[in-house]
T-cell receptor, first 114, second 112 residues
Framework: DVKVTQSSRYLVKRTGEKVFLECVQD?????MFWYRQDPGLGLRLIYFSYDVKMKEKGDIPEGYSVSREKKERFSLILESASTNQTSMYLC?????????????FGDGTRLSIL | AQSVSQHNHHVILSEAASLELGCNYS??????LFWYVQYPGQHLQLLLKYFSGDPLVKGIKGFEAEFIKSKFSFNLRKPSVQWSDTAEYFCAVNSGYSTLTFGKGTMLLVSP
């Protein structure tokens, strides 16, 4: 079965800290995604990657960066955390094969910035 | 840019009532459409998807959705809801390459 694993379910950090959120998938998927989920706003795409060392900005990339050094791992980095980045962060992956492949999601990381 | 509109933010139903959640999208070309569900404390799961062919698609747990191209709609339906259907439901559209554009979600509460 498809498995997307996010390293932490809950995380509390301080303003100004550099924060790393890790995501690993075991399906050999080419595509990986980072979203944030906020009440009333749905899911908004931060960054995605379609190959190792490749990255593309999503709809809300400001204040974030990503790293994809290995195919199975996609990291989201908050360069200098701010309180408005308190949110639920979701990682997803999908196969490149064929069009419109569904995305498979991890359990999410609830991040609080104090 | 692609956009997805879900008409209801909150829906409250009694068990055995019928459900219809609205979803409209803006893109006029070929689309792939999805409904995801997020049960309390769980990850998003795929309910059903439409790529091509029969516009009435059936998913898991008795859900179905109908793609009406002329109305840019992909409404989710279930004839008789259960308490266990309490969850948040998201409509999503494939907006080119492999990215999805999600609606803002509809929270469904089913009272026993």
């Amino acid at each position: 079965d498809v498995k997307v694993t996010q390293s932490s379910r809950y995380l509390v950090k301080r303003t100004g800290e550099k924060v790393f959120l890790e995501c690993v998938q075991d399906m050999d998927h080419e595509n990986m995604f980072w979203y944030r989920q906020d009440p009333g706003l749905g899911l908004r795409l931060i960054y995605f990657s379609y190959d190792v060392k490749m990255k593309e900005k999503g709809d809300i990339p400001e204040g974030y960066s990503v790293s994809r050094e290995k195919k199975e791992r996609f990291s989201l980095i908050l360069e200098s955390a701010s309180t408005n980045q308190t949110s639920m962060y979701l990682c997803a992956s999908s196969s490149l094969t064929g069009s419109g492949q569904p995305q498979h999601f991890g359990d999410g990381t609830r991040l609080s910035i104090l | 840019a692609q956009s997805v509109s879900q008409h209801n933010h909150h829906v409250i139903l009694s068990e055995a009532a019928s459900l219809e959640l609205g979803c409209n999208y803006s893109y006029g070309g070929t689309v792939n459409l999805f409904w995801y569900v997020q049960y309390p404390g769980q990850h998003l799961q795929l309910l059903l998807k439409y790529f091509s062919g029969d516009p009435l698609v059936k998913g898991i747990k008795g859900f179905e959705a109908e793609f009406i191209k002329s109305k840019f709609s992909f409404n989710l339906r279930k004839p008789s809801v259960q308490w266990s259907d309490t969850a948040e439901y998201f409509c999503a559209v494939n907006s080119g390459y492999s990215t999805l554009t999600f609606g803002k979600g509809t929270m469904l509460l089913v009272s026993p």
